[in-house]
């Protein structure tokens, strides 16, 4: 009997709309009868601490994809040092994850390239027969790296993408007319009070050009005022690529960090359909306005059904710990269109 219900629960959700495919085991809760928002949290948040490995300050900002019928991931964790590093993880439902202790050591054949500094943020990408890995890395200042992994176990670096300073390497699931394409968000050497996303193409993820202008900041958008970034993997969807994004509004007490989306061209992903000026999601919950870099909510990861049209979102929390909250794409576009 429970079975047919969720039988009944799951068709009672179905959508046409996500292009990809089908992710039963997806980390899911349905939404609360007293929830009124078009994105709602995991109640349970967050999902993974600050010291879930014994030498870790803080576990945030980082990427998981389906792998093997399970889960894998690339972890920002910063040390008792405050080293920021990069470790795999792995989970069987996408909710509990182990951790490896050691950082990722990547084989490089550039021994410059490979003199790694250190790494954050990064996300993880599935493009025909591997997994992508973006990350910020530090080459004299913070710019674009880039790897790949069969198992998440050994990991190969290539060239950075761009000169530094620039955040946000967020690459697109499929080539786009025979093309790799990636978001960044050019910026200056610190934590900036300006940025804006751009787009770029490669032939061979070696050199990067074809650059083309995404989407700004607003003085009218107050939460996206500051800066702007490129958040998950963008979702294909029938109606365009879905895109996360963080925005950064600067308060007399500081940057407040928070996300919305949009709604980006098929074809031509530098020119936006739809951009919902609300955000969806903001740092109201304690752990989200407590912690190491209080005020922030910053999306880096999504996982996505889609028969059902569920999609998860992982978001870091105050720079501290790694939290879960989901949507219904078909939803999510509804909102987005309606709120331009």
Not at 95 to 107: G, L
Not at 249 to 274: H, I, M
Request: glycine residues 8%; proline residues 7%; contains cysteine.
């Amino acid at each position: 009997m429970i079975e047919l219900e969720k039988l009944k629960a799951a068709h009672s959700n179905a959508s046409t709309t996500l292009v990809g495919k089908s992710l039963p085991n997806i980390p899911w809760e349905n939404k609360s009868d007293a929830c009124k928002n078009v994105v709602w949290r995991y109640s349970k948040n967050p999902i993974i601490q600050r010291d879930l490995l014994p030498f870790s300050n803080s576990i945030f900002n980082s990427a998981v994809v389906p792998f093997e019928g399970s889960f894998a991931g690339v972890f920002r964790c910063d040390d008792t040092k405050r080293h920021m590093r990069l470790h795999a993880g792995w989970s069987r439902d996408g909710f509990d994850w182990q951790i490896n202790p050691e950082p990722i050591k990547f084989i490089c054949e550039d021994p410059e390239i490979g003199n790694f500094v250190y790494g954050y943020d990064p996300r993880v990408c599935w493009i025909e027969d591997r997994y992508y890995v973006t990350w910020c890395n530090g080459y004299h200042g913070p710019t674009i790296g880039m790897g790949y992994t069969f198992d998440f176990k050994t990991f190969y670096q290539l060239e950075n993408a761009f000169l530094p300073f620039n955040r946000n390497g967020v690459m697109f699931p499929k080539k786009i007319n025979g093309k790799y394409v990636m978001l960044s968000r050019p910026s200056g050497p610190g934590h900036n009070d300006f940025g804006d996303i751009f787009y770029s193409e490669s032939i061979d993820l070696n050199y990067w050009g074809r650059h083309r202008f995404v989407m700004a900041t607003s003085p009218d958008l107050c939460w996206q005022s500051t800066k702007i970034g490129a958040g998950p993997i963008p979702i294909e969807t029938k109606e365009g690529w879905l895109l996360f994004y963080h925005g950064v509004l600067t308060s007399c007490s500081g940057f407040v960090y928070s996300f919305g989306a949009a709604l980006l061209d098929l074809n031509e992903p530098w020119k936006v359909k739809y951009r919902a000026t609300p955000y969806l999601l903001s740092p109201q919950k304690l752990y989200e306005c407590v912690g190491d870099v209080p005020n922030v909510v910053f999306p880096c990861a999504t996982l996505c059904d889609a028969p059902t049209g569920r999609i998860a979102i992982y978001y870091g929390c105050a720079d501290t710990v790694t939290s879960l909250a989901f949507c219904q794409v078909d939803e999510l576009l509804g909102f987005i269109k309606a709120n331009v």
